[in-house]
């Protein structure tokens, strides 16, 4: 049975998309909004960043590192 392995924390670029602002969290393992996204307990993620990439106030996509 293939199981598909989360490859990105969806509460945090749901959130980008949504607010159409920049996410940076230094320790995303602690962060009080974030640290139950199912990504962060599984990879024990730390740094995260997520920009929206606006084109004349509208969303065009998403950068997550």
């Known amino acids: ?5 989360q490859m990105y924390a969806t509460s945090i670029v749901n959130y ?7 996410v940076i969290i230094n ?3 602690k962060d009080s909004h974030f640290s139950k996204d199912p990504f962060i ?3 024990s993620a730390k740094s ?4 929206p990439l606006l ?7 998403v950068l997550y590192l």
């Open 1 to 5: 049975l293939y199981t598909k392995k």
């Open 48 to 51: 995260i960043l997520c920009l």
């Open 41 to 43: 307990q599984q990879s």
């Open 27 to 29: 320790d995303a393992t």
């Open 55 to 61: 084109r004349r106030d509208r969303l065009v996509s």
């Open 16 to 22: 980008t998309i949504h607010s159409k602002r920049a």
